[in-house]
């Protein structure tokens, strides 16, 4: 019912940049909160920012200064940009969406996730 594709995810060096892209498509009424979470092999997933409908942003600690969340919400897309990339960044990648659908279906959904490995 509705499909969040994500993009931009890659390989980097340290200080290096990448901008990721998430974009919801499908029986869409309306979205509320959009976030990105990350998760290494072998740890939980965890919160590295979300953004609200009216464009309040909330990012975690280790990301804060560094990242930097937006949304178009005529796109029905997130952007995570992220600078001064450290290998602790390294990790799959998750776009979550809260979505009201125009049916059943409505809740939270999430990317299928894209790799962001910062090594040298």
């Known amino acids: 019912q509705v499909q969040l594709v994500e993009s931009g995810g890659g390989l980097v060096q340290p200080g290096g940049s990448l901008r990721l892209s998430c974009a919801a498509s499908g029986s869409i009424f309306s979205i509320n909160a959009m976030g990105w979470y990350r998760q290494a092999p072998g740890k939980q997933r965890g919160l590295v920012a979300a953004i609200t409908s009216d464009d309040s942003t909330n990012y975690a600690d280790s990301v804060k200064g560094r990242f930097t969340i937006s949304r178009d919400n005529a796109k029905n897309t997130v952007y995570l940009q992220m600078n001064s990339l450290k290998p602790e960044d390294t990790a799959v990648y998750y776009c979550?969406?809260?979505?009201?659908?125009?049916?059943?279906?409505?809740?939270?959904?999430w990317g299928q996730g894209t790799q962001v490995t910062v090594s040298s």
């Open positions: 979550n969406a809260d979505i009201l659908t125009t049916g059943p279906g409505s809740g939270d959904y």
